[in-house]
């Protein structure tokens, strides 16, 4: 098994994430995309009362947290501005944790961040790990809110240029070593940082496979592991028909399901998806599998 050097403090035994409740079983992350143009969801919920009536809908089915995007990431996405991704997201935030939802800002910019905390978001998730805002790491360690570093490398548009790896775990272990300890330079403590390997951001549908195939690897940076497969191409791709052409989008929960059971047997501390009942049920199996063991 590869090991890393490192100054932060190895627990590859679960290590809880400060700030969030503990659950006996991988949590659920929920998907809620406030965009027109998201791979899975984009449109969908892209008015305001929609994407909150999305969300209490996911609530109902047994959401651990609700992530609530505003910015679209699959590959060749543009940006949007600050102030459209605000209008987006801020009012969903308030609404939903009025409703007493547990909720995640899906961003990678410190004034949204900030504005969604102050509307009472728990959590930050960082697709960029800090990579696109320079302030984010400074918002999150003066926040103390938990915050999902993910593995990045370029924005969306380019992304798919840079998914060249010599040997995509070590590599993808490395880096996200080198973004956990800048963020703790910046002054975040590790009990805040979740870090996620970002399935399909920079990477093939092999690199995504073998990632998940060692997570082992990636566990022994000593914090816990979100995994986000949800609905990706690499799940259309795996179960295309005698066709050729990849599974339909919404069509992919079942491999999602047993993504997440998998994930979860080998310890994952949580999954995001966008059907949450299926996941729900396999993150249960999992926790049966591993109680039992
Ligand atoms: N994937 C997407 C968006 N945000 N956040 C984390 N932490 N991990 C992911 O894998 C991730 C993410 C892209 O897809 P979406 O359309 O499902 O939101």
Redesign the pocket.
């Known amino acids: 098994m590869t090991t890393f050097p490192t100054h932060v403090a190895l627990d590859v035994h679960a290590p809880r994430v400060k700030g969030l409740p503990d659950l006996d079983r991988c949590l659920v992350m929920s998907?809620l995309?406030v965009t027109p143009d998201?791979?899975?969801d984009g449109g969908l919920f892209f008015e305001p009362r929609a994407a909150v009536a999305r969300g209490l809908e996911l609530l109902r089915h047994g959401a651990d947290i609700i992530d609530v995007?505003g910015e679209s990431?699959?590959p060749g996405a543009l940006r949007v501005s600050l102030e459209e991704e605000m209008r987006r997201v801020i009012p969903v935030v308030s609404e939903l944790v009025a409703a007493g939802a547990i909720v995640s800002i899906?961003t990678m910019r410190a004034r949204v961040a900030e504005a969604a905390v102050n509307a009472g978001a728990r959590m930050v998730?960082d697709?960029s790990g800090g990579l696109a805002d320079p302030l984010m790491p400074t918002f999150v360690a003066e926040a103390g809110v938990p915050y999902?570093l993910?593995h990045w490398r370029a924005h969306s548009l380019i992304m798919q240029r840079r998914a060249h790896y010599d040997d995509v775990v070590a590599d993808v272990a490395a880096e996200l070593r080198q973004r956990l300890d800048a963020v703790i330079d910046a002054g975040v403590s590790p009990e805040q940082i979740v870090l996620?390997p970002?399935?399909?951001f920079a990477k093939t549908a092999e690199h995504n496979w073998r990632l998940l195939a060692h997570l082992d690897v990636l566990q022994q940076l000593g914090r816990p592991l979100?995994i986000?497969a949800?609905?990706k191409s690499f799940l259309g791709e795996l179960l295309a028909g005698p066709d050729g052409q990849p599974r339909p989008v919404r069509e992919r929960d079942v491999a999602t399901a047993a993504v997440s059971a998998l994930a979860a047997a080998e310890g994952a501390w949580g999954v995001?998806v966008?059907d949450v009942r299926s996941t729900l049920d396999a993150v249960r199996v999992a926790a049966a599998l591993r109680a039992a063991r």
């Open positions: 998907v995309n998201s791979f899975s995007g990431t699959r899906d998730n697709v999902v993910m996620d970002g399935l399909g979100l986000g949800s609905r995001r966008h």
